[in-house]
Every structure is written in structure tokens, then in C-alpha cells.
């Protein structure tokens, strides 16, 4: 059973370009989320989604950020007109459905974004 | 607003010598707690799970405890050797079963 895929696991992109980054989700989860980690900063929540449905965006940013995971396909996190301070590893976590379930987070290997 | 602190931020310690990574949390409402290791560069791996219903859990030479009414889980390693050097990371899970809230971590390195 692969674990939780994320793709690119490098990203560079020049500020004001826009970055895509993937996550397909361990076999048989069907919740994500978006975690990002800053130099020297923990880790921090980002976005919770299920198959098209955001359920909590709360730690998104409010501007430039969006998110999705759509019935077909893996989740995307989208990150439009970069700026330097969106360099970062953006971690993606998977868990199954909820109901009776130990709510555990199986987390990808990550996308290290770099913004020129 | 739930606080995840884990001390000390970074430690030494000869190969052999067991060792005790402390976190606390402000908030004692949690769903569960969890135990990650983040190796430079790299992704987070699973060690332990507490429910917030259990004390502890084992795997091989880690034992986690926690203490939810003290806010405060401990991750006890037995006899380290220098393959355990990582950045050991403590995430709690509120009640509402979404987010995880992470302390900043212990950086342990093992020397042989």
C-alpha cells in the first residue's frame, strides 16, 4: 500500500509565478490536509478537505492561497503570484473516513518551495 | 488557542544512554496525541498514537505517556543509539478532529 504521494518534491519559482503542488492520498483515505513549515517555525495547519468539500480552512491565508480535491484526481494546493516569503515545505496528510476511526494522519514526504 | 511547547529544543546525549522529550499543551480537550520523527530534509514518520482516553503506548524502545488533565505527554527512548538522531515532534488533536497543532520540536543527536 503506497503512502501518501506529493509531487513535485522540488519546486523553484520566480516571484509572481503561480505554484501547483499535488497530493494523492494513501489508498481508501479520503481526507487531506495542507501543512506548511517555515525556516526555523513549526509545522502549521493550513486546510482539511474531503472529496470536493473544503471543511476547514482556517489556516489558510487569505489572499493567493487556495485549495482542492476534486472526485477524481489528487488535492491541489495553489499558490498564485509567489512571494519569497511562500518558501516553505508544504506537507500533505491523509487519514481515512472518521467514523470509529483513530483520526491518525499519515503524512507525505513534502514540496520544498523555493521562490527566486 | 491551543499551545504545543516540547522541551528541551535540542539535546545531546552519548549512544546507550536512555533519554525523556517533554511536550505540553494548554488546552486538555484533545482527541488524541501524537509522536513524529523528521529527519533533516525529510517527511514526518508516525511513532506513537495516544487516544485521549489511554496513558501510554509502546513500539520497540519508545514508550509515550500521557497526562491529559497536566497537559503533558513525555517520549521516553531506551538505550539511544545514533540512527535515533532526528527532530522528534509532539502534535496534539482537538476534539473537533481536524487540525493538528505541532510544538516546534527536539532536535536529538546521538553521538557513538
Known amino acids: 500500500n503506497a503512502g501518501v504521494m506529493q509531487n513535485p518534491r522540488h519546486l523553484v519559482r520566480r516571484r509572481g509565478q503561480e505554484a501547483r503542488l499535488r497530493c494523492s492520498p494513501m489508498?481508501?483515505?479520503?481526507?487531506v490536509y495542507w501543512y506548511r513549515q517555515l525556516p526555523e517555525e513549526g509545522l502549521k495547519f493550513m486546510v482539511y478537505?474531503?472529496?470536493?468539500?473544503?471543511?476547514?480552512e482556517s489556516g489558510m491565508p487569505k489572499e493567493r492561497f487556495s485549495a482542492e480535491f476534486p472526485k477524481e484526481g489528487p488535492s491541489i494546493l495553489r499558490i498564485q503570484q509567489v512571494v519569497r516569503g511562500d518558501s516553505a515545505a508544504y506537507f500533505c496528510?491523509?487519514?481515512?473516513?472518521?467514523?470509529?476511526?483513530?483520526?491518525?494522519?499519515?503524512f507525505g514526504p513534502g514540496t520544498r518551495l523555493t521562490v527566486t | 488557542k491551543q499551545e504545543v511547547t516540547q522541551i528541551p529544543a535540542a539535546l545531546s546525549v552519548p549512544e546507550g544512554e536512555n533519554l525523556v522529550l517533554n511536550c505540553s499543551f494548554t488546552?486538555?480537550?484533545?482527541?488524541?496525541l501524537q509522536w513524529f520523527r523528521q529527519d533533516p530534509g525529510k517527511g514526518l514518520t508516525s511513532l506513537l498514537l495516544?487516544?485521549?482516553?489511554?496513558r501510554e503506548q509502546t513500539s520497540g524502545r519508545l514508550n509515550a505517556s500521557l497526562d491529559k488533565s497536566s497537559g503533558r505527554s513525555t517520549l521516553y527512548i531506551a538505550a539511544s543509539q545514533p540512527g535515533d538522531s532526528a527532530t522528534y515532534l509532539c502534535a496534539v488533536l482537538g476534539q473537533a478532529g481536524t487540525a493538528l497543532i505541532f510544538g516546534k520540536g527536539t532536535t536529538l543527536s546521538v553521538s557513538s
Open positions: 496528510a491523509s487519514s481515512p473516513p472518521k467514523a470509529g476511526g483513530l483520526y491518525e494522519q499519515y
Open positions: 478537505l474531503q472529496k470536493e468539500n473544503i471543511i476547514d
Open positions: 495516544i487516544q485521549s482516553s489511554q
Open positions: 488546552d486538555s480537550a484533545i482527541y488524541n
Open positions: 489508498k481508501g483515505h479520503s481526507h
